[in-house]
Nanobody, 120 residues
Framework: VRLAESGGGMVQLGGSLRLSCAAS???????VGWYRQAPGTKRELVAV???????SSADSVKGRFPISRDSAKNTVYLQIDSLKPEDTAVYYC????????????????WGQGTRVTVSS
């Protein structure tokens, strides 16, 4: 399955964007994660939606970055609100698998990502 990100852009401090992750196949059977990578940093998992619809998010974005899914459109969304300068990054979505310890890891290929820039 191929996933393609879109929806990024430049936004002012405190603003919002909705990022989209469109799948080439049925997305409701997948667990999908949104990651981000700022310059000079490791890629960070920020939000997860499982195949059964359970959601979770990183402490750094909790309450600001709800993740959702529209199965009819085979799309997962990441609503990013109350943006801060440290949210500036390239955002990626990918398919997830879970290891024996219950930790999610990326199992799909990486796309181009979508860039979010927060200006102050």
């Amino acid at each position: 399955v191929r996933l393609a990100e879109s929806g990024g852009g430049m936004v002012q401090l405190g603003g919002s964007l909705r990022l989209s992750c469109a799948a080439s196949e049925e997305i409701s059977i997948l667990s999908v994660g949104w990651y981000r990578q700022a310059p000079g940093t490791k890629r960070e998992l920020v939000a997860v939606i499982t195949s059964v619809g359970t959601t979770s998010s990183a402490d750094s974005v909790k309450g600001r970055f709800p993740i959702s899914r529209d199965s009819a459109k085979n799309t997962v969304y990441l609503q990013i609100d109350s943006l801060k300068p440290e949210d500036t990054a390239v955002y990626y979505c990918t398919k997830l698998q879970r290891d024996r310890g219950g930790k999610y890891y990326p199992s799909g290929s990486w796309g181009q990502g979508t860039r979010v820039t927060v200006s102050s």
